[in-house]
């Protein structure tokens, strides 16, 4: 925790504490692809007196601002909320998988505690809105979105048993892939929610932090980014989001909550698109050609980039691999390539 906050973390947050021993299955964490992980791992390993007694006082000791992720049962937050916020705690999370004791959960610990509570969501839940709106409700001054996705399920091919220990070797995936899962959670909290939500899952570089804000994040939380690439890694992605956001003319982190809001109300749209093509920014790599389904686009042997507007359903997948951006759309030059 101390070498989060010396790479710059505004907080952090325990693993989750519970009463019930945790035994871990062993392996419980798998690398699913270069920048995500399948994971069967349990709650917090050690005890709730070790946190209560040495680690949560110890990382306050060293200017850590220091959320304790409290669960999974009403009778277990009862128990452990007074101890976690008398430890130092700054603010509370409260983590459930089971909506029927979330609420109860809030509502007790909102009235035993002073401290913000924060509630952390599953992205799994069907009703998912109604559930943070009811929590709010109960009192959450913020909610975390959101928990790993799944379950799911890898396999090793040269055993062909499940990568994973846990039972029916199923885990929960993090990082990268679930990005955009996680992007839409975090919109549809910002559209009926004021109170400031904390956007998790799939950070992995600067600009993922800065969509994730663009969806209505007022915070930014990162778990398998700093576990693939290490705490350290936290000030890297801090000074690259600065970077970012000074090229991209925004004035803080701040300014760029919620900016992508307005156009997720907008109707549907179905006007042809503009393509924009800067021969001189083009490398010649023929992914635009290849990915196109419709053979709408060609590269001929001389570099004459052309589309053929007759075969072209504009999908947009020529303008998203294109790796130099030489090929944009573009809505005030109507040229056509
Ligand atoms: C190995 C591992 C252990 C985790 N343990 C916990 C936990 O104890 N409590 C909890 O609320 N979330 C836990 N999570 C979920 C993360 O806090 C986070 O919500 C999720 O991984 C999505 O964020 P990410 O894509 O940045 O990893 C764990 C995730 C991973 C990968
Ligand atoms: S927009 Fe789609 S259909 Fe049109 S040229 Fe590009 S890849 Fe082909
Ligand atoms: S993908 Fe981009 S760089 Fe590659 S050939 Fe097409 S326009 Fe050129």
């Given at each position: ?27 419980h ?93 599953s ?50 995936l ?7 899962v ?15 939500i ?57 300014s760029?909550?919620g ?79």
């Amino acid at each position: 925790m101390e070498r989060l906050h010396l790479a710059g973390a505004g907080a952090v947050t325990t693993k989750t504490i519970r009463l019930i021993d945790c035994i871990n299955p062993k392996p419980h964490m798998f690398l699913n692809s270069r920048d995500s992980l399948v994971n069967c791992e349990k709650w917090t390993d050690l005890s709730a007196d070790q946190w209560i007694k040495t680690e949560i006082p110890r990382a306050v000791r060293g200017g850590v601002v220091v959320i304790a992720s409290i669960g999974h049962t009403l009778p277990e937050s009862s128990r452990l909320a007074e101890p976690v916020a008398a430890s130092g705690a700054a603010m509370i999370e409260l983590v459930s998988y089971d909506e029927a004791d979330l609420i109860p959960m809030v509502t007790d610990i909102r009235r035993r505690v002073k401290c913000p509570v924060l509630v952390k969501l599953s992205p799994n839940g069907k009703r998912f809105l109604e559930t943070a709106q009811r929590c709010v409700a109960a009192g959450a001054d913020a909610i975390t979105a959101c928990d790993s996705l799944g379950p799911v399920l890898r396999i090793d091919i040269r055993t062909g048993r499940p990568a994973l220990a846990g039972a029916n070797g199923t885990g929960w995936l993090s990082g990268r892939a679930i990005k955009p899962v996680i992007l839409q959670r975090v919109a549809e909290l910002r559209n009926s929610l004021t109170c400031p939500i904390i956007g998790l899952g799939g950070v992995m570089e600067a600009a993922d932090a800065i969509e994730m804000a663009m969806a209505g994040a007022t915070f930014v939380g990162l778990c398998t980014a700093l576990i693939l690439r290490g705490p350290e890694y936290l000030s890297k992605l801090r000074s690259d989001t600065e970077k970012m956001l000074d090229e991209l003319g925004y004035a803080n982190f701040a300014s760029v909550s919620g900016v992508a809001l307005q156009y997720l109300r907008q109707p549907e749209q179905t006007s042809p698109l503009k393509f924009a093509y800067v021969a001189s920014k083009c490398i010649h790599c023929g992914q635009c050609v290849k990915t196109c389904c419709y053979q709408a686009r060609s590269l001929s042997t001389d570099g004459t980039m052309d589309v053929d507007i007759e075969k072209c359903h504009y999908c947009g997948l020529c303008v998203d691999v294109c790796p130099t951006r030489a090929l944009t759309f573009c809505k005030e030059d109507p040229e056509h390539v």
